[in-house]
């Protein structure tokens, strides 16, 4: 079997690509732990100046796996979805995706806290949190009123309409939208590897402090949709939306 999160290294370039094409790269409690711990690992280690997040230039990733949150759902701060995106929202070296195709629920969610997004004009981005009986997680109902303003975020997160990465990145959820999924992906990894030549202490203190003011709110506002997206889960709401997906397939 093959691994669901490819690692490859290049030079001080990490890059960490989703590889579960059969279920459009959904991720399993088992893919987050690999991703949290990779995350750790390049955030400790001196010699990677950047980490690229990509899945392939048709899928980025469907969320996560539907069966896991029915089976095994998260129930702490400390379930593997919450310790993957600590470790994105702790990680000091500038994070990158190349999003092409469906990036749904925690696909989209995640972008919010990378440095720099390339997604295709077509992607299609989504977060049907409540259309699956759950509400906004990491700090979404935070960042999005205040980068689209209350009532164009309603349409996203309340309605859990989908848009297209050409809209993401007139919106400032994404840094560019190209002309194709391999466009995208390719100019994800050109400009991961532009952190070769940049000073690893200056990008990393530039970082931090554009991170800084906010870190505090954010923090609190992610534990309160922790808490609350966890409830969700048991909630009969949830749980027939989520056994729906199931049975339909
Ligand atoms: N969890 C588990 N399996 C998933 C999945 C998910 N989040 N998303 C897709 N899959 C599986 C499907 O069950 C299907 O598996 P099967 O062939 O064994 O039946 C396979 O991936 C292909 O999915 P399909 O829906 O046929 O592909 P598509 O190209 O028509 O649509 C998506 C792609 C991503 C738009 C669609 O699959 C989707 O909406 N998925 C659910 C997304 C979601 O709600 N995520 C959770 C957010 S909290």
Not at 72 to 93: E, G, H, I, V, W
Request: glycine letters at 8%; proline letters at 4%; one cysteine or more.
């Amino acid at each position: 079997m093959t691994d669901a999160i490819v690692l490859q290294r290049d030079r001080g370039l990490l890059i960490l690509q989703f590889n579960r094409p059969d279920k459009k790269n959904a991720l399993t409690r088992a893919m987050y732990h690999q991703l949290a711990a990779a995350l750790e690992q390049a955030d400790a280690d001196n010699t990677v100046n950047a980490v690229l997040i990509q899945g392939s230039s048709e899928c980025f990733t469907a969320g996560n796996d539907i069966g896991d949150f029915l089976q095994q759902p998260p129930t702490d701060l400390d379930s593997p979805p919450f310790l993957f995106m600590k470790s994105l929202l702790n990680c000091r070296k500038p994070v990158i995706a190349g999003v092409a195709g469906a990036a749904v629920g925690i696909g989209t969610t995640l972008l919010l806290h990378c440095d720099l997004v390339y997604v295709s004009r077509d992607a299609r981005l989504r977060m049907p949190f409540v259309n699956l009986g759950l509400c906004p997680e990491f700090g979404s109902s935070l960042i999005l009123p205040r980068l689209l303003g209350h009532a164009k975020a309603a349409e996203l997160l309340l309605l859990g309409e989908g848009f297209s990465g050409e809209q993401a990145a007139q919106w400032g959820i994404a840094t560019q939208a190209l002309d194709s999924g391999e466009a995208a992906l390719a100019k994800a990894r050109e400009v991961a590897e532009r952190f070769e030549t940049l000073a690893p202490g200056a990008v990393q203190i530039s970082k931090q402090l554009m991170k800084s003011v906010d870190r505090e709110q954010l923090r609190q506002v992610i534990e309160e949709e922790g808490a609350l997206f966890t409830q969700r889960l048991r909630s009969p709401e949830a749980i027939a939306a989520l056994s729906g997906f199931i049975a339909r397939r």
